[in-house]
Structures are given as C-alpha cells and as structure tokens.
C-alpha cells in the first residue's frame, strides 16, 4: 500500500474538456509537490503547496491543498494534447529528511 | 546552467555484475537523493543526502550504496546486480524544501 494514492491511473479525454486528479494519504505532510513527466524524461516541478487549504493557479492548472494537509487535487481546465504525460504528486514530512514520497502516477491522454 | 546531469543513459548489466550511476548537480544544492521508478509505482527513494558526508536509507535501499564526498556528486553503486533491479533510476537535487530537480534518468537492465 502506498502511502499517497492517486487516481485515476489512467485518463483518456477529447481535447476542451476537464479534469481532476486526487491525491490521498491518511499521514499530514508538511508540503505537496505536483510534478509532470514526459516519456524519457525526469519528472518536472509544477508547484509546491505549503498551507492547508491552499489553492494555488498555474494558467489552466488549479492546485488545492486539503485543510487538514493530507490529501490535494490538480484540476485541468479546457485540456489541451499538448498536457499529456504522467503526473505525479509527492509529499515532504519534516520527520523523513525532507525527501519526497510520491503516489503512483496518473497517466493523461488529451486527444485531439 | 546542466542542473542534474546523470549518467549513463542507458546500461545493461549481466546478473552479478556491479556498477555506479553517476549523478552531478552544478546547483549547489544540499540535498540529493536517488529514485526507482517501476511502472504503476510511481518513484521510490532508495538513498539521500543532507549534505557532503551524510547519508541515510530510503525506502529500498538493499543492494545499493551511496556516498557524498563533495557537494556536487552522489554515485549509486550497485553491488551485485539483480532482474529485479531493472528499473529507471533517477537522481534529483534540491536546496531545501522547495521543488527537486531531477536528472533525465538511467534505463538500467539486468539480464
């Protein structure tokens, strides 16, 4: 069992539609970090949300932060193929050295 | 401006052999780590570093180890290697809590 889940795993949408994506633990981290990967490469910073209940925007991107800091959501507006990829959410507790624990992945298909 | 630059790319190693990853930041970043990723895993920690000459145990750290002599390069060694240590392995950096930046990862297969 992985300590954040993230669902979907999958997700295939037309292009101008939205969507969400939740990330869960039962543990309260002190961030949450979302992450975007493309196919042979690194996973890429979107943003990094610090204070429950915080929502932060990134053009088309909603980022929320739970209330209690256990749990996030990413939510695309109108996506568009060119944000296909893995997204990945990861959380820091300040009792594991600040490294990043990291749900499953949601794969994204935006299809035109 | 290189950010994390990790090599090789590519290895395929036979069971038993051992080899380092190579993994260098130019950020002067404090903490580096190193992730397997498995497909539906998402990514898993296998080893991290506070800083030159500090290092810790992740998530799967058996049959891998680390060290930090300088700041800016933290080598994985695998010490026998497995099947089941293909994987893609990934080394990032950060300066603190803020966003990691990771390298562009190594295919590793074990055959």
Redesign the interface.
């Known amino acids: 069992t ?1 300590l ?1 889940e ?1 669902s979907p ?1 999958f997700l295939s949408i037309q292009e101008g539609e939205n969507l969400t994506v939740y990330c869960n633990s039962s543990s309260v981290f ?2 949450l ?1 979302w992450y975007r990967q493309e196919p ?6 979107l943003v ?1 949300v610090v204070t429950g209940g915080e929502v932060k925007k990134l053009k088309r991107l909603t980022f929320q932060f739970g209330d209690a800091r256990k749990d996030s959501s990413l939510h695309i507006t109108a996506a568009q193929p060119g944000d296909t990829g893995l997204y ?1 959410c ?1 959380g ?1 507790r300040s009792n594991a ?9 949601t794969r994204l298909m935006v299809k035109p | 401006n290189a950010g ?1 630059t990790q090599t090789p790319k590519f290895q395929v190693l036979k069971t038993g052999q051992s080899m380092t990853l190579q993994c260098a930041q130019d950020m002067n970043h404090e ?1 580096m ?1 190193w ?1 397997r990723q498995d497909p ?6 296998i080893h ?1 570093s ?1 800083g030159a000459g500090i290092t ?1 145990q ?2 799967v750290p058996n049959g891998y180890n680390v060290s930090r002599s300088t700041t800016e390069d933290f080598p994985l060694r695998l010490l026998s290697a497995a099947p089941s240590q293909t994987s893609v392995y ?1 080394c ?1 950096s ?1 300066y ?10 190594t295919r590793l297969t074990v055959v």
């Open positions: 992985q954040l993230q795993q002190s961030s970090q042979g490469e690194g996973p890429v910073l990094t990945l990861a820091i050295g600040n490294m990043l624990t990291f749900g499953g992945g | 994390v903490y780590s992730y539906g895993m998402g990514l898993r920690l991290y506070v810790d992740g998530e990934f990032a950060s603190g809590i803020g966003g990691y930046t990771f390298g562009s990862g």
